[in-house]
């Protein structure tokens, strides 16, 4: 039976596998988040959707930086 640290390991690599991020098979979408999420007067509105938009400017410009398609 495998270890604790073996299984863990096993997971590890099997996500990396999964998930990795291929730009020719990957693409960031960014939807609705100017109209929906960030305009008060929406029904999705998030208060603190602000709080976000560096992080999601990250994302963008990591993808654009590798290749992947950016779809705003």
């Given at each position: 039976?495998?270890t604790?640290?073996?299984?863990?390991?096993?997971?590890a690599?099997?996500?990396?596998?999964?998930?990795?991020?291929?730009p020719?098979?990957t693409?960031?979408?960014?939807?609705?988040?100017?109209?929906?999420?960030?305009?008060?007067?929406?029904?999705?509105?998030?208060?603190?959707?602000?709080?976000?938009?560096?992080?999601?400017?990250?994302?963008?410009?990591?993808?654009?930086?590798?290749?992947?398609?950016?779809?705003?």
């Amino acid at each position: 039976m495998p270890t604790y640290d073996e299984l863990v390991s096993r997971k590890a690599a099997r996500i990396q596998e999964t998930h990795r991020m291929d730009p020719v098979r990957t693409a960031l979408l960014v939807i609705d988040m100017q109209r929906s999420f960030m305009d008060p007067k929406s029904s999705l509105y998030v208060p603190t959707s602000r709080d976000i938009l560096p992080h999601v400017k990250g994302l963008v410009e990591f993808c654009r930086g590798r290749g992947v398609a950016v779809l705003l």
